[in-house]
């Protein structure tokens, strides 16, 4: 019998943290010098992204061992979690070595000071915390619990928790399979028993109709949602939530006082609308047009361009357009003007919107492999017309629109971490039902070590990346412009985790893990869009987690 390993703790953790940021300290402060405050990260890519993903490995390892040390602090967790917490934060720790090895010359600092950061003693803890067989009775844990969710919460958000997966498990999951596989529209019984719930309406102010349960409880609905079906529910409220954070931010409380009650209601449908067929994530450089004009009467703006990839496009009662009203594009980002632009609602893959000025707006739903339900169109708006009171601040919001909708694309990173870990939440419960029940060569496959170690490996990936996640929800409740580098870094990291996790589920499940009768195969397709979208992630590292770390 192979005697139970001796589980590490959050003393471990500790360490192999306190390595990890050593070093991470030196290299950031080296690359702030070599970058000019991160002017010229341009002239030094890898290198800058090599730091900022480092940075981010080892946010996530600060942030997890902290809830960790914070639920024990209360009577909450054991030791197991402590254990997650230990192996993850050294698994993070030698990534965090291991990646800015390449470039540690180049960073001037050389093998010493990696030497000096992870001595002999530090790199025998690291192998010791995140043994194999510390993974693999991690686990078997998993495998016991079928990979249920047990992060330690307060009462409050272990109750909005509880209500939102008890509707996500009995309305969502019976009908996400078919919404799939049938590219079906996001039923309107979703919605309708959303909007009773209050899940529209959790960052709304209660002064506007909302219950302002804030981050953290979106959160935690975004993340349930999500793990029942991304595209089918885990995605309708974050649309919504990035038009009400530019609102927020830079609306007029007349707009407030209109918009945000229908919004928090549910009674309006959010699209987002900025990406355009050849502007993608450079979004100053923006050409959709509007000019100002008079329609019956009406002052207002006439628009007119392409837009692309605005997900739930025909659905929406409302879009949230980014266009430009200054026709001198050396102006760039502070020629741009954020709308709300209303419109009828559509089923189906493709519509046409007439108005009856002569305005009008056609939209043709792309074929995607997975995100599957809310439906992704490609717009063209033709002389069509948005009063001038659906100007986004009124004429002080003229010019200030790409800096309200990068407020909104704050919140949108936010809500895309907790989708990333819903999905990757999902694959581990459902790798774990499938390798307890597969049999093979006389054994369920869940007590072969290599499974065991899998499925360790999962959870503490998970964990790490639910622990950044989470903390980034905290901080935009404090304040949402400092905490948007952190929200970044929750986006980049999760949306990488539950690509991870989904591939090791599908590989888990062997053949059937390429069968669409088995649901891993659709946490697959579905995960592989997270890392893109809110930013796709070579930009989300220079542009938004680079830049700030390396600004000084």
Known sequence: MTESPRLPNLADARVALEAATSLMTQAVARATEITAKGERIDDHQVLAERVAYAATEARAARELVEAVAAARAEGAGDALLEAVAAASAAQLATSVRDRLSPVINDLGLGDAAIEAAYPATLRSLLRTAAHESVLRTIGRHVAETKGRSEWPLDETHDQVRATVREFANNEVAPHAERIHRHDELVPETFIAKMSELGFFGLSVPEAYGGTEYGNLAMILTTEELSRASLAGAGSLITRPEILTKALLQGGTEEQKKHWLPKIASGELMVGISVTEPDVGSDVSSVKCRAERGTVSGRPGWIISGPKSWCTFAGRANVLALLARTDADLSKGAKGLS????????????????????????????????????????????????????????????????????????????????????????????????????????????????????????????????????????????????????????????????????????????????????YPISRYVVDANVLPIFEGVKPILELKVVARSLLAG
């Open 338 to 517: 954020l709308f709300i632009v209303e419109k009828d609602a559509f089923d189906g893959h493709a519509f046409e919107m007439k108005q009856a000025g002569g305005g009008r707006m056609s939209g043709k739903a792309d074929a995607t492999p997975g995100y599957r339900g809310m439906h992704s169109f490609t717009l063209n708006l033709e002389s069509y017309f948005v009063a001038a009171e659906n100007l986004v601040g009124g004429e002080a919001g003229l010019g200030r629109g790409f800096y309200l909708q990068m407020a909104g694309f704050a919140a949108g990173r936010l809500q895309t971490g907790g989708r990333a870990t819903g999905v990757a939440q999902a694959a581990l419960e459902k790798t774990a039902e499938y390798v307890v029940d597969r049999v093979q060569f006389g054994r369920a496959i869940s007590e072969y070590q290599l499974t065991q170690y899998n499925l360790g490996h999962m959870a503490i990936r998970l964990a790490a990346a639910r622990a950044i996640t989470y903390a980034a929800a905290r901080a935009m409740d404090e304040d949402e412009r400092k905490a948007a580098p952190l929200a970044a870094q929750a986006k980049l990291f999760a949306c990488d985790v539950a690509v991870e996790v989904t591939q090791i589920g599908q590989i888990l499940h062997g053949g059937w893990g390429y069968a669409e009768e």
